[in-house]
């Protein structure tokens, strides 16, 4: 006997968990199918992202942070502290409570919403009279049917040939998010968000982190200016960050790493380090969907091929997230997510790519929008840039965190703004206003016109648009 429901989702991650309650919302009879399991078994819904990606990296991200602020800055403030301790074991404590609140925030959710939730491994079995047949493996198997199937498997780490993760010495995002003591030396193999994100997390509590990087530019999808900057500010403050490696052998002991690469000038060179972090990308994660079974097609990178509005091959299956195309990113995933329940409804979803926020979560912390100067360099097309340093904003020197700019790019003849770019304090906040304003096609006389409250970081935004007519009032 199967149970039957207009849509079947499966994976629990902001892409699947989002797109199912929306689809509830809209009036369909919704299942949601995840296999997440928390350490006692049960169902911990929220994906990589609430499980062992965007969450738990942002609570360690501040325990770390409010660590760094004790022992190096409190003092500016005549706050004076001795003895200052980290104690690992309750931060990742406070971190795993941080992480069961969420998944039990989506479990809430889905009763909220009239979602049915099915934990267990969802595949497809075959396809049926109007639309297709889901077999749900878990600790109580089921069996579904739906007319619409949306595909939110998200996407697992990529590892190193040859040298497999045993979240013990080589970490992926996951044994990275769980060191149990600070090690005394840590490894980072590339150089992208989660190598700079956790890479500050342990050197913060104490750990000397080496980054090697296989490209020979720093954060290449980052604006030129915004990365130079980041890299200074980031090797003062004592990462090491190695350039245009290429790594060629990686020996993991029972409680050392050895890591053979090359560097940049092809000298051959070691770093031995306590643990390891392998942050090298992510890729698809389609196994256990049975995709055969249903002739699902995979483009030929493993993801779910799919057209510019989530579409499938097979007609009423819908893919969303990680799983396919586009920046891995939750709120991307979760924008998919309601656009595909809407197009189901008939209605008319919509993602607009030119406008997915970027935010990587150091400190200071990077964000930006739309194109960078050297895409707009490349493109051909006019535009103009003016820049406003954090140094002279109000609020910045207040807080005593004055690093970085804002930066904005505008059309040279229209002045539509087409990117802002942000290091500096409160950057994932900041970055907001700019994505609304792009949404609005605004020009940065747009912006520069708006009052903004005194004192505030946000004025700072406001002054790099007074800077593209070079008519900043406080630079
Ligand atoms: P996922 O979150 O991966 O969820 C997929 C779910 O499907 C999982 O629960 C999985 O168990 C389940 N599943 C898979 N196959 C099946 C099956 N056959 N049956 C049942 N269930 C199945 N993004 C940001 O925007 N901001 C951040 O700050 C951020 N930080 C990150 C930090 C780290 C360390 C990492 C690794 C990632 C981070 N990301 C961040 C990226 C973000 O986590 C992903 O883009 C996002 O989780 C993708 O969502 P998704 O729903 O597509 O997939
Ligand atoms: P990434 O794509 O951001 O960075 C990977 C880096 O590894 C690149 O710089 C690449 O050049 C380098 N690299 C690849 N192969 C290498 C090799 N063999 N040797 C040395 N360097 C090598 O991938 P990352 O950091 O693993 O993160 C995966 C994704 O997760 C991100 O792209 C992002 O979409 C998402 N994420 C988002 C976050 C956020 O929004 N704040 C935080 C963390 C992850």
Same mark, same amino acid.
């Given at each position: 006997m199967s149970t039957a429901f207009d849509v079947i989702v499966i994976g629990a991650g902001p892409g699947g968990y989002i797109a199912a309650i929306r689809a509830a919302q809209l009036g369909f009879n919704t299942a949601c199918i995840d296999e997440w399991k928390n350490d006692k078994g049960g169902p911990a819904p929220g994906g990589t992202c609430t499980n062992v990606g965007c969450i738990p990296s942002k609570a360690l991200l501040q325990s770390s942070e409010n660590f760094d602020q004790a022992g190096h800055h409190f003092s500016d403030h005549g706050i004076g502290l001795s003895n200052l301790t980290i104690d690992v074991a309750k931060m990742l404590g406070r971190k795993n409570t941080v992480v069961k609140q969420n998944n039990d925030g989506i479990l809430y959710l889905f009763k909220k919403n009239k979602v049915a939730f099915f934990h267990g491994r969802g595949s497809f079995t075959k396809a049926v009279d109007g639309g297709y047949e889901v077999a749900v493996a878990g600790d109580k198997p089921d069996v579904l049917t739906a007319k619409h199937v949306i595909i939110a498997t998200g996407s697992n780490p990529r590892a190193l040939p040859g040298a497999a993760f045993d979240?013990?010495?080589? !970490?992926?995002n996951d044994g990275a998010l769980r060191i149990p003591a600070v090690p005394k030396t840590l490894g980072v193999i590339g150089s992208g968000v989660i190598g700079l994100e956790m890479g500050s997390v342990w050197r913060r509590l104490g750990a000397e982190v080496t980054v090697l990087e296989a490209l020979p530019v720093f954060l290449g999808a980052v604006d030129e200016q915004i990365a130079k900057e980041a890299h200074k500010v980031f090797v003062k403050q004592g990462l090491k960050i190695n350039l245009g490696v290429k790594i060629t052998e990686v020996r993991a002991g029972k409680k050392a790493v050895s890591v053979s690469y090359t560097d940049e000038a092809g000298a051959e060179q070691k770093l031995e380090c306590e643990k390891l972090i392998v942050s090298i990308g992510r890729v698809p994660n389609t196994t256990g969907l049975n995709a055969e079974a249903v002739g699902l097609k995979l483009d030929e990178r493993g993801f779910v091929a799919v057209d510019d509005d989530c579409k499938?091959? !097979?007609?009423n299956v819908w893919a969303v997230g990680? =799983? =396919?195309?586009?920046?891995? !990113?939750a709120h991307k995933a979760e924008e998919e997510g309601v656009a595909v329940a809407e197009r189901i409804a008939g209605q008319h979803g919509h993602v607009n790519f030119n406008t997915v926020p970027w935010v990587i979560y150091t400190s200071p912390e990077i964000a930006w929008v739309g194109q960078t100067e050297q895409q707009l360099k490349a493109s051909g097309r006019a535009y103009k840039a003016g820049v406003f340093p954090f140094m002279a904003n109000g609020r910045a020197r207040a807080l005593g965190d004055t690093t970085g700019m804002v930066k904005f790019l505008a059309d040279a003849r229209t002045d539509e703004i087409l990117g802002v770019h942000i290091i500096g304090p409160m950057a994932s906040e900041l970055i907001a206003e700019s994505v609304v304003a792009m949404e609005f096609k605004a020009s940065s006389e747009d912006i520069a016109r708006i009052c903004h409250a005194h004192p505030s970081l946000s004025e700072a935004t406001k002054e790099a648009a007074l800077a593209i007519d070079k008519r900043t009032l406080n630079f």
């Open positions: 979240e013990e010495t080589i !970490l992926s499938t091959n !097979l007609a990680d =799983v =396919v195309r586009g920046p891995m !990113l």
